[in-house]
C-alpha cells in the first residue's frame, strides 16, 4: 500500500521551500503527500516579504481532518513561526501522532528573513523536539538549540551530544552552512554517523533543508533505519542540488531540482 507522509510547515510562494517542497520530494519519492499549513509567506528566491501566521483553530482543524480519515506513515514539520504553533502542533502529536517525526527547527531562511519568533525557541526544546525521531537543525540552529558556537566537526558532535539532551531519538547536524564541505553528522545516543558531501558550487539551495527532512520522512514511512534513510535523504538531495546548479529557476538562490528523480531507476537509489 502506498505510504502516506504529512508536512506541518508554511507555504513558499515561490514553490521552492516550504510545503511546496516537501509536496514535490513526497510526490518524487513515490508517497502520498499530505499538508498542514502553519503559515503563508510572500516569498521567492530573493527573499521573503510578507509571512501571516495560520490560526490555531485553523491548524488544529487541518491536523484533526487529516488524521480523522489518513493516518500517516511519518510526519514532518517545517516552518512553524510562533510559539503558539509551536505548542499546537505538539499538543497535537503527543496525543494522535504514532509514526515517525521528523523536527526540522526552520529559524531563518536562505535569504535572511527570520521565520521564527525568539519566544518559540523555548517551546521546541521542551515540546516538540522531545517528540522528534530525528531533529535535523543547520549549524545556526544547532547552535541556538546547544547553547554553544559551532567551528569545528568537533563542536558539531558535541552540539549533537547536548541537543540528545533535550530527549530526541536522534539529531541530525547538517553542514551546508559550512565553506568546504557539506557533511552532515547524526548522533542516535550511541554512535555518531558522519555523512561526507562534496559542496556544489552554486548559490541554487533555495530549500535544501525542507527537501532534506521530507526526504527523511519517506525512508523512514518505508521503514529503513534512521541511518540509512540519512544516507539516502542525502542522496537524493545531492542529486537535486546538482540538477540546481544547472537549470536556474529565479534570479536569486534557485530552488533545488526535484526533476532529476523522475524516470530514474528505483532500484539503484537504494
Ligand atoms: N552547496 C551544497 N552542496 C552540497 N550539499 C549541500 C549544499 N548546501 C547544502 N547542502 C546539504 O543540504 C542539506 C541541508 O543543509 P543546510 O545546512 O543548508 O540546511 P538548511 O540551512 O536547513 O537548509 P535551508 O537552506 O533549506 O534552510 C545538508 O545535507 C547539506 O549538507
Ligand atoms: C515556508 C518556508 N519554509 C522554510 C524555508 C526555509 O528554506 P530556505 O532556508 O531554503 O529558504 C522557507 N524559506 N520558507
Redesign the pocket.
Known amino acids: 500500500m502506498i505510504k502516506k507522509c504529512l508536512t506541518i510547515a508554511g507555504s513558499d510562494s515561490s514553490g521552492g ?1 516550504g510545503v511546496q ?1 516537501d509536496l514535490k520530494t513526497f510526490s518524487a519519492l513515490g508517497t502520498y503527500g499530505m499538508s498542514c499549513i502553519s503559515a503563508l509567506t510572500a516569498q521567492n528566491t530573493q527573499g521573503v516579504d510578507k509571512v501571516e501566521n495560520v490560526s490555531q483553530a485553523m491548524i488544529r482543524g487541518q491536523l484533526a481532518a487529516i488524521y480523522s480519515d489518513i493516518v500517516p506513515d511519518a510526519v514532518k514539520t517545517g516552518m512553524l513561526s510562533c510559539r503558539e504553533t509551536v505548542e499546537t502542533v505538539a499538543g497535537f502529536l503527543e496525543s494522535h501522532n504514532q509514526a515517525p517525526l521528523v523536527v ?1 527547527p ?1 529559524m ?3 535569504t535572511g528573513a527570520r521565520l521564527l519568533d525568539e519566544e518559540a525557541i523555548i517551546s521546541y526544546k521542551e515540546r516538540l523536539i522531545p517528540l522528534a525521531t530525528l531533529v ?6 544547532a547552535e541556538v538549540l546547544s547553547g554553544m558556537a559551532i567551528h569545528t566537526e568537533e563542536d558539531m558532535k558535541q552540539a549533537a551530544e547536548k541537543i540528545m539532551g533535550l530527549g530526541p531519538k536522534a539529531v ?1 547536524i ?5 565553506v568546504h ?4 553528522f547524526l548522533y542516535d545516543g550511541e554512535t555518531f554517523h558522519v ?1 561526507r ?6 548559490e541554487n ?9 521530507s526526504a527523511l520522512a519517506v525512508y523512514l514511512a518505508q521503514g529503513y533505519s534512521v541511518v540509512r534513510a540519512a544516507a539516502l ?2 542522496k537524493y ?2 542529486g537535486a ?2 540538477k540546481a ?1 544547472v537549470e536556474k529557476v529565479g534570479h536569486g ?1 534557485g530552488p ?1 531540482s526535484h526533476f532529476w528523480f523522475y524516470g530514474n531507476d528505483w532500484g539503484k537509489m537504494k
Do not use: Q, Y
Not at 564541505?181 to 552532515?184: I, P, R
Not at 558531501?197 to 552554486?202: A, F, L, N, P, Q
Open positions: 521551500a517542497a526540522d526552520v531563518v531562511a536562505t535535523t537543525p543547520n549549524i545556526p540552529e541530525l547538517k553542514g551546508g552552512h559550512k564541505d557539506a557533511t552532515d555523512f558531501g562534496e559542496k556544489i558550487d552554486t539551495t533555495h530549500g535544501t533543508g525542507c527537501t532534506l527532512s535523504a542525502k538531495l545531492t542540488i546538482r546548479a538562490h533545488v
